[in-house]
T-cell receptor
Framework: DGGITQSPKYLFRKEGQNVTLSCEQN?????MYWYRQDPGQGLRLIYY???????QKGDIAEGYSVSREKKESFPLTVTSAQKNPTAFYLC???????????FGPGTRLTVL | DAKTTQPTSMDCAEGRAANLPCNHS???????VYWYRQIHSQGPQYIIH???NNETNEMASLIITEDRKSSTLILPHATLRDTAVYYC?????????????FGAGTTVTVRA
């Protein structure tokens, strides 16, 4: 089955620790994205990547970092510099010729 | 700056059609109307998109007014599984701006 996987579904971390969220897709999509969603709110873009080894900041990149070493993988690191990291994190992908984005199931991060 | 306005919530009876309105009075000539939905604690799911003609697929129909300032998403026979937040988004089909701007959407509750 083609799709996007995010793991784990739930993640707990202590304050001050960095944590990396995984996102993998086997859709052969060039572009990948990370969004953050807070309760009752829409999605906000953290980072996106249109091609391997290249990525751009979104609206709320501070306190986050990404890498795109492989086409199918776009991991997101939530660093200790992110002041309010508890949220629902969503990864998406698309072709570069069509803006329809396919989303993963999300990872709910709770920082204690 | 919100490009679309949607009602906060609406109820629908199971088996009946659900008509979801969206206003996008500042839409540009090259912008499409996209609809996504998000079932609780899952990633958003693409539903449909259109430019000016009405569109239909296996999930829904999209009716866009002649002046393109508003549109309606129609779920022809709502089921309990259609309970979700529905997002109306406007953006160019192919663009270097890959961000999807999700507002708060419409929370649709389908009741038995």
């Amino acid at each position: 089955d083609g799709g996007i996987t995010q793991s784990p579904k739930y993640l707990f971390r202590k304050e001050g620790q960095n944590v990396t969220l995984s996102c993998e897709q086997n859709l052969n999509h060039d572009a990948m994205y990370w969004y953050r969603q807070d309760p009752g709110q829409g999605l906000r873009l953290i980072y996106y990547s249109q091609i391997v080894n290249d990525f751009q900041k979104g609206d709320i990149a501070e306190g986050y970092s990404v890498s795109r070493e492989k086409k199918e993988s776009f991991p997101l690191t939530v660093t200790s510099a992110q002041k309010n990291p508890t949220a629902f994190y969503l990864c998406a992908s698309s072709t570069n010729s069509d803006n329809e984005q396919f989303f993963g199931p999300g990872t709910r991060l709770t920082v204690l | 700056d919100a490009k679309t306005t949607q009602p906060t919530s609406m109820d629908c009876a199971e088996g009946r059609a659900a008509n979801l309105p969206c206003n996008h009075s500042t839409i540009s000539g090259n912008e499409y109307v996209y609809w996504y939905r998000q079932i609780h604690s899952q990633g958003p799911q693409y539903i449909i998109h259109g430019l000016k003609n009405n569109e239909t697929n296996e999930m829904a129909s999209l009716i866009i007014t002649e002046d393109r300032k508003s549109s309606t998403l129609i779920l022809p026979h709502a089921t309990l599984r259609d309970t979700a937040v529905y997002y109306c988004i406007v953006r160019p089909l192919r663009s270097n701006d890959y961000k999807l701007s999700f507002g708060a959407g419409t929370t649709v509750t389908v009741r038995a």
